[in-house]
């Protein structure tokens, strides 16, 4: 749900961890912690996951992130593939006249449980995508381009992941966002393409932010509801 924007020029975009171009500073550390329940191919999964993320400069951050899930109505019990990634921020939006910033995002994923990771089958993907967008005083909006590799002899393939997102701060303590998640397949048949809709609603408290969440995916009409806490150090 979104509520109408309210302009602040007070805002202290350093600790806005739940904004889509939130960027560690250098030597800060951000834990989130997640917890989701969806109903996905006939099976209700229940998932915990944490990510570590640390800022080396002003520019460049690291993280890894895994999550383990239990599955109620099968045997699809397990980790995830465990993600270590980057984000370099290649333009600032004190840097060019239309404010806009860009990040290069890198990473790869490896391990995990099959029916856990995506594709199941994958050992290790390696991923690639810009992010970009803009800050206003009471909004960001942004985009994710991210592209995803699975180097396999008989069942190789990639897919693309396209993120337009929408993040307003309705005042100092409240915000709410909207995005979709677009993503192509080359081979539809190992991975579906699919289409989903996010919302969140976040409350700040100092340098921690307590987020709800709704997803729902247009093409199977499975959703999920989630909660998360981001503590930043």
Not at 98 to 126: C, M, N
Not at 171 to 189: A, M, Y
Request: charged content about 20%; glycine content about 10%; aromatic content about 16%.
């Amino acid at each position: 749900m979104l509520f109408p924007m309210v302009a602040h020029a007070d805002f202290d975009l350093s600790t806005d961890t739940a904004d889509p171009l939130f960027l560690l500073q250098g030597n800060s550390v951000l834990s989130e912690t997640a917890v989701s329940y969806g109903h996905e191919h006939e099976h209700d999964i229940l998932r915990f996951g944490q990510a570590f993320s640390y800022g080396l400069n002003e520019r460049l951050s690291i993280g890894a992130h895994t999550y383990y899930q239990f599955d109620f109505t099968g045997s699809w019990d397990g980790f995830a593939s465990v993600d270590l990634g980057g984000i370099y921020r290649m333009g600032r939006g004190e840097d060019n006249d239309a404010q806009l910033i860009s990040d290069l995002i890198l990473g790869f994923k490896f391990g995990g449980s099959p029916h856990v990771r995506t594709p199941e089958y994958a050992d290790s993907t390696y991923y690639a995508g810009l992010r970009f967008g803009r800050q206003f005083a009471g909004v960001t909006l942004a985009a994710t381009i991210k592209s995803t590799w699975v180097f396999d002899d008989k069942r190789g393939l990639s897919y693309i992941d396209f993120i337009p997102e929408s993040y307003f701060r309705l005042d100092p303590n409240w915000r709410s966002g909207l995005g979709l998640t677009c993503r192509k397949s080359t081979n539809p048949e190992l991975l579906n393409n699919q289409e989903w809709l996010n919302l969140k609603l976040v409350c700040q408290f100092g340098r921690t932010q307590y987020i709800g969440r709704f997803d729902y995916e247009f093409e199977s009409d499975e959703a999920q509801i989630g909660a998360k806490v981001n503590i930043l150090f």
